[in-house]
């Protein structure tokens, strides 16, 4: 549903009054990943194709984990544009450079609108006001929709009345001194153009690496995952034409590698199972990785998706998180030990390649603990083996409980936990180099396509 606009004189204001829009993205990339993140593709898909104002739009990243990267590099694209509005999304990989950002641009061009959205700020609260200042307009949610109708009504002039904000769950600092905010706004992905159909990213021929959704959001509700919060895990999957289509482009593409981002690929077998048969149609030759969850290769029909795999090129992932009964359970994980059990047997035997991720720094976690689940893990003879400090999130239930089991982490290092109530700061430093070298040889043996043999901690 679109909120109409309070009024405008839409054709002479335009002629007169065009503005620029300048939406920059601070991004940590891979070294397969296509240049514009598939979030920030999206939202420019659907702000093209649904513009009604009237904007010189740029959308320009910038790779934080490049040696190359400068902020003061930044400061010269907005200083290139003098943009009248200024969007950035937050995350925690941009934590430490965003506010200082923002307030750089707002010191400098004072009449510039500036729009923040992203995980910090929809798993953020009334606090944003304070943490970002500077911020004239805060978008709480999946961003494609309300960053548009946003843009859509400033740039003709207008103030967005009451109902917009609500419905768009966009908060003003104003409505959140008043301790106003409330709402996660969830996209209607069936209205959401393809990046990839409409050329915002665009694939050469054999390309390599591309990311990919099918769904969005996660049903269950783990403590320390940002999808827990309230109005925000209804799951929703995108459309099977578009989908088809894709893959279709795809495969006319010659793409090497595919990595779906759903949370639980194998979640809904009606959406799942059609998407593999269409795989299957297409004769398709790319790689693709899914994260799943190892329960649910338990329920019937599982093992028509493991006969999909096993006869495919075909990679899945599992985040246990833990095999100790405790630590799942203080994180909400709902680990049930018996069918992952049961699972690990049937990917042995329709013998697909998997990959499994531990986190340590849970709650109740010592350094022993986590070195038996780290041994339980092992034993169940992976391809793949990732591990994992824990961060500590906006929004999720563990950040609130944060000083109650004694956590410290870094702020300005994607919340990395430095220490817990269970386990000291050196025993967490030497997790951390070990788990370095355990991701990278498993990374390798990806790679080259060899078994790995995991190492013991000393």
């Not at 898909?45 to 040696?67: D, I, M």
């Not at 799942?328 to 049937?346: L, T, V």
């Amino acid at each position: 549903m679109l909120i109409p606009l309070q009024s405008a004189k839409a054709d002479s204001f335009c002629s007169a009054n065009r503005s620029d829009l300048l939406f920059i993205s601070l991004d940590w990339s891979r070294p397969k990943d296509i240049r514009t993140p598939l979030s920030t593709a999206s939202i420019e898909a659907y702000f093209r194709e649904n513009q009604r104002g009237c904007v010189n739009a740029e959308f320009k990243n910038f790779n934080l984990n490049s040696p190359n990267f400068d902020v003061r590099d930044v400061q010269k694209s907005v200083e290139a544009h003098s943009p009248k509005f200024l969007a950035l999304g937050a995350y925690i990989w941009n934590e430490k450079y965003l506010p200082g950002i923002v307030e750089w641009a707002k010191t400098h061009y004072p009449e510039t609108t500036i729009i923040l959205g992203g995980p910090q700020v929809t798993y953020g609260n009334c606090h944003l006001v304070t943490e970002y200042p500077g911020t004239d307009y805060f978008v709480r949610g999946e961003g494609e929709l309300p960053f548009t109708e946003l843009v859509n009504v400033l740039s003709l002039g207008e103030v967005p009345n009451g109902d917009l904000l609500n419905h768009y769950a966009i908060y003003t600092p104003e409505l959140l001194e008043q301790g106003k905010c409330d709402r996660i706004f969830t996209t209607e992905l069936d209205r959401l153009p393809s990046p990839y159909l409409s050329n915002i990213l665009p694939i050469d021929q054999n390309q390599v690496f591309v990311r990919w959704e099918t769904m969005r959001r996660c049903p269950y509700q783990c403590s320390f995952c940002q999808f827990r919060v309230e109005g925000h895990h209804k799951v929703s999957e995108i459309n099977l034409d578009r989908l088809f289509q894709e893959l279709s482009h795809f495969k006319e593409k010659e793409v090497q590698e595919i990595n779906v981002l759903d949370p639980i690929f194998n979640l809904k077998p009606k959406h799942y199972l059609e998407i593999c048969k269409k795989i299957e149609a297409l004769e398709m030759q790319s790689r693709f990785y899914f994260q799943c969850r190892l329960e649910l290769l338990c329920k019937p029909r599982e093992a028509e998706f493991l006969k999909f795999c096993q006869d495919h090129d075909v990679w899945l992932e599992f985040g246990v998180q833990t095999f100790r009964e405790k630590e799942s359970q203080a994180i909400e994980r709902g680990n049930k030990y018996d069918k992952i059990d049961k699972a690990i047997e049937m990917l042995h035997r329709f013998n697909v390649p998997f990959d499994l991720h531990l986190i340590f720094g849970l709650p109740y976690q010592s350094f022993e603990n986590f070195l038996w689940s780290y041994d339980r893990a092992r034993a169940a003879h992976p391809r793949g083996l990732y591990l994992f400090p824990l961060n500590v999130l906006k929004g999720t239930k563990l950040y609130q409980k944060r000083k109650e089991w004694q956590y410290e982490f870094d702020s300005m290092n994607n919340n990395v936990f430095l220490k817990s109530k269970w386990m000291t700061t050196e025993a967490a430093r030497r997790l951390k180099g070990f788990a370095e070298d355990v991701n990278s040889q498993s990374k390798s043996a990806r790679d080259s396509g060899s078994l790995i043999q995991f190492p013991d901690l000393m």
